[in-house]
């Protein structure tokens, strides 16, 4: 049967594609920078140089057959490989080359100490003229924690925040056909939750958020998209690199995931972490690996219970007794009403929020009934 659908789905997919290449177009390189973050010290940004024309902004109104153009531009993206790029804050230039993905990284150390909120850093691509004879320009921002923050909410997205169904890759990808940042929905009461939480107990901790995928980094823009559009706190998003021939292969997310964390938690060394994932795919099991590593660092677990299989559970009892041992919880969730309870009870968030997530339930489930 998953072969039957493999080759049909191969089939659609190849006709898509040939349809598809006629629509992408093509463009200057541009420079794509990502949400990065850092603390008073040091910065840590990543973007990409793509030859590429500008991608279009996708609307309520939009097809499926939009959404998949919008998809396959992405997914399809022509990487530079080599590129310079420059990078210059607080008087400093530092310069990084392209890999074969076309992505780059700099790790910038601050000439002064860096003040809270979002710092701008300033790329360019030398080597490159655009349309009106100068190199292209972008600006990346990097995310500072503010000093009034008691701890940090470390993300996944897939099935956490948003419904992708990771697990099945033909699912996902026809859900990304499907809809666009406009028409997806978060799980019930997450952003009033995820709000809480970076209010915290006092409501004006502003305690930050990372976000941690296995998505690729081709949908960071419709991800950020998707944060702001449902109000849900944004924060820097590390994905994965993908591509089109692989995002449909089943592969093990977990290594990315941990070393993503590391990064943060490198950056992070005196801050207490809340992680939230699901009971999906791997997430209980690197949060565990994540408190044998970092045990002081890891203040609260929240899953979401997605996978009802006993085995499942069974498995999941034996992490929550281990976490247990060390002093921090990990609490298998239901909804996010039932994590906002019991992160009131914990003094995580104030109490009085708990109205708002169960409010932000009851509409979300209004919106779906009516959809």
């Known amino acids: 049967m998953h072969r039957r659908?493999?080759?049909?789905?191969?089939?659609?997919?190849?006709?898509?594609?040939?349809?598809?290449?006629?629509?992408?177009?093509?463009?200057?390189?541009?420079?794509?920078?990502?949400?990065?973050?850092?603390?008073?010290?040091?910065?840590?940004?990543?973007?990409?140089?793509?030859?590429e024309q500008a991608f279009r902004d996708?609307?309520?109104?939009?097809?499926?057959?939009?959404?998949?153009?919008?998809?396959?531009?992405?997914?399809?993206?022509?990487?530079?490989?080599g590129a310079r790029v420059l990078a210059r804050f607080q008087g400093q230039e530092l310069e990084s080359f392209t890999d074969r993905g076309g992505y780059f990284s700099f790790e910038i150390s601050a000439a002064a100490p860096l003040a809270d909120g979002w710092q701008r850093v300033e790329l360019e691509l030398p080597d490159s003229r655009g349309p009106d004879g100068q190199p292209p320009r972008a600006e990346a921002e990097a995310m500072v924690p503010a000093s009034t923050a008691k701890f940090g909410i470390i993300s996944d997205i897939d099935d956490t925040v948003l419904w992708t169904n990771v697990t099945n890759k033909l699912n996902m990808a026809l859900m990304l056909v499907r809809s666009n940042a406009h028409t997806r929905?978060?799980?019930?009461?997450?952003?009033?939750?995820?709000?809480?939480?970076?209010?915290?107990?006092?409501?004006?901790?502003?305690?930050?958020?990372?976000?941690?995928?296995?998505?690729?980094?081709?949908?960071?823009?419709?991800?950020?998209?998707?944060?702001?559009?449902?109000?849900?706190?944004?924060?820097?998003?590390?994905?994965?690199?993908?591509?089109?021939?692989?995002?449909?292969?089943?592969?093990?997310h977990g290594s990315h995931k941990l070393e993503q964390i590391e990064r943060i938690l490198s950056f992070h060394p005196g801050m207490r972490f809340?992680?939230?994932?699901?009971?999906?795919?791997?997430?209980?099991?690197?949060?565990?690996?994540?408190?044998?590593?970092?045990?002081?660092?890891?203040?609260?677990?929240?899953?979401?219970?997605?996978?009802?299989?006993?085995?499942?559970?069974?498995?999941?009892?034996?992490?929550?007794?281990?976490?247990?041992?060390?002093?921090?919880?990990?609490?298998?969730?239901?909804d996010s009403v039932f994590a906002a309870s019991h992160a009131a009870a914990e003094g995580l968030i104030h109490v009085d929020r708990l109205a708002d997530v169960r409010l932000d339930k009851r509409e979300d489930d209004k919106l779906l009934s009516a959809g």
């Open 5 to 51: 659908l493999a080759r049909g789905a191969g089939l659609f997919a190849g006709q898509a594609l040939r349809r598809l290449r006629g629509l992408a177009g093509g463009g200057q390189p541009m420079l794509l920078p990502y949400l990065g973050f850092g603390n008073a010290g040091k910065l840590w940004i990543k973007g990409r140089v793509l030859d």
């Open 58 to 81: 996708q609307t309520p109104t939009d097809s499926g057959w939009h959404n998949l153009i919008a998809l396959y531009r992405r997914l399809e993206s022509d990487e530079v490989e």
């Open 185 to 252: 929905k978060p799980f019930k009461g997450v952003a009033a939750f995820y709000r809480a939480l970076s209010a915290g107990v006092s409501g004006k901790e502003n305690n930050p958020l990372f976000y941690v995928s296995s998505s690729p980094w081709h949908l960071f823009g419709p991800l950020v998209d998707f944060l702001r559009m449902q109000g849900i706190p944004l924060g820097p998003l590390l994905l994965r690199e993908l591509d089109l021939r692989t995002i449909l292969k089943p592969t093990s």
């Open 274 to 334: 809340v992680l939230i994932g699901d009971s999906g795919e791997q997430d209980p099991e690197i949060y565990a690996e994540v408190v044998r590593r970092h045990p002081q660092a890891v203040r609260m677990i929240y899953i979401r219970n997605v996978n009802p299989d006993p085995l499942r559970i069974e498995a999941l009892d034996r992490l929550i007794a281990e976490v247990s041992a060390t002093g921090a919880q990990l609490v298998l969730a239901p």
